[in-house]
């Protein structure tokens, strides 16, 4: 396996991820969909936790989570394992927000795709799907880095 294989892989996701932001108008900004994105795929969770996730003060992540709770994307719970702590949830408006984006993003990548043809299409559709166990196997609770 090559030794640059998962700093190749960075490198052209990224730059599909500019690709895409640059060709788009969101309906939220690019960072605030990261943060729904986060927000979505653990489910809820505390402001210290997405704060650690996102490398940044809990400061500068309560001041995030307020815009997306301004805007009715987020909204905070209790936390009913510490009665000090809350809990932010994705809204239905925040799925229906950060779905919109993805598809807008995703529809200023299509042209270049459709530009493939069908070989690279379903090779592109297999490294898909091997992304997504990458980062399944990667996320999960019995995930240990090797």
Do not use: K
Not at 9 to 37: D, E, G, K, T, W
Not at 49 to 58: F, M
Not at 128 to 144: G, H, Q
Request: proline share 5%.
């Amino acid at each position: 396996m090559s030794s640059t294989l998962g700093s190749d892989l960075l490198s052209v996701v990224a730059r599909i991820n500019r690709l895409a932001n640059q060709r788009v108008r969101m309906p939220v900004p690019f960072a605030q969909a990261r943060l729904l994105s986060t927000i979505e795929d653990r489910g809820e969770a505390r402001i210290s936790d997405l704060a650690a996730l996102d490398h940044c003060s809990q400061p500068t992540m309560t001041t995030q989570v307020r815009r997306l709770e301004d805007a009715g994307l987020v909204a905070r719970t209790a936390d009913p394992n510490d009665a000090r702590a809350v809990l932010i949830r994705i809204t239905p408006a925040g799925v229906s927000a950060l779905r919109q984006a993805r598809a807008d993003r995703g529809a200023a990548v299509d042209p270049y795709l459709e530009r493939l043809d069908d070989t690279d299409r379903a090779t592109l559709t297999q490294a898909v799907d091997i992304m997504r166990r990458l980062v399944e196997d990667a996320t999960s609770p019995s995930a240990v880095p090797r």
